[in-house]
């Protein structure tokens, strides 16, 4: 992917690149580590998670598409993903998280037009609000490791239309036991990302 910036300094910007470098070196990993697969997705049908973490490579090896981070650092918005099957939770509303301890999140895909939870086909990755994704305060302070597989979190969202159904690792790996929900939980992707 191209990288652009919005609102970050040259430093910063390096950080971000750095994050985003240190996620893509992973990405052979994600395709391979069998055990890491088990332990974040359970029994999840191995067809199904292999065509999503390969949507995620190829994505993300993609030279012609563009990943835009945007500075919302001391934003005043509250916003909290949620999917556009569940219109009263869409993100931009008041009861939202604070982005106060926030390192980072995306709009949601719009997946109105598919058949199923998670389409008939192919990549969903062409989003009405392009690869974007927003920095929030928490992100700089972050170890690096962190920062990468934050990255990778919030492209879940825009490739596989993935949810925040819980951060807490304890609660992702629990998730294990609920393939479906592990695989549309962003987190599992990101904790997925560290262990491979
Ligand atoms: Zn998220």
Redo the contacts with the bound molecule.
């Keep these: 992917m191209k990288l652009r910036y919005e609102g970050f300094s040259p430093g910063t910007q390096e950080v971000l690149a750095d994050a985003y470098t240190m996620m893509a070196s992973k990405l052979g990993n994600t395709l391979q580590d069998g055990a890491a697969m088990t332990r974040w997705f359970g029994a999840a049908d191995r067809t199904r998670l292999f065509r999503y973490l390969n949507m995620m490579a190829a994505v993300v090896r993609d030279p012609n598409r563009t990943l835009t981070f945007v500075n919302r650092i001391d934003a005043k918005l509250k916003v909290e993903?949620k999917s556009l099957y569940n219109p009263q939770l869409l993100p931009v509303g008041h009861d939202g998280l604070e982005l106060d301890g926030t390192y980072a999140?995306a709009f949601p895909t719009d997946r109105r037009s598919e058949i199923g939870p998670m389409g008939a086909s192919g990549l969903m990755s062409h989003v009405g609000s392009g690869m974007r994704i927003y920095i929030a305060n928490s992100f700089f302070g972050a170890p690096a490791e962190e920062r990468a597989w934050t990255v990778y979190?919030?492209l879940t969202?825009k490739v596989l239309a993935t949810e925040?159904h819980s951060y807490d690792p304890g609660t992702c790996l629990g998730f294990a036991a609920q393939p479906a929900k592990a695989m549309n939980n962003?987190e599992n992707y990101g904790l997925f990302w560290r262990d491979c």
């Design positions: 993903y999140y979190h919030e969202h925040d962003a």
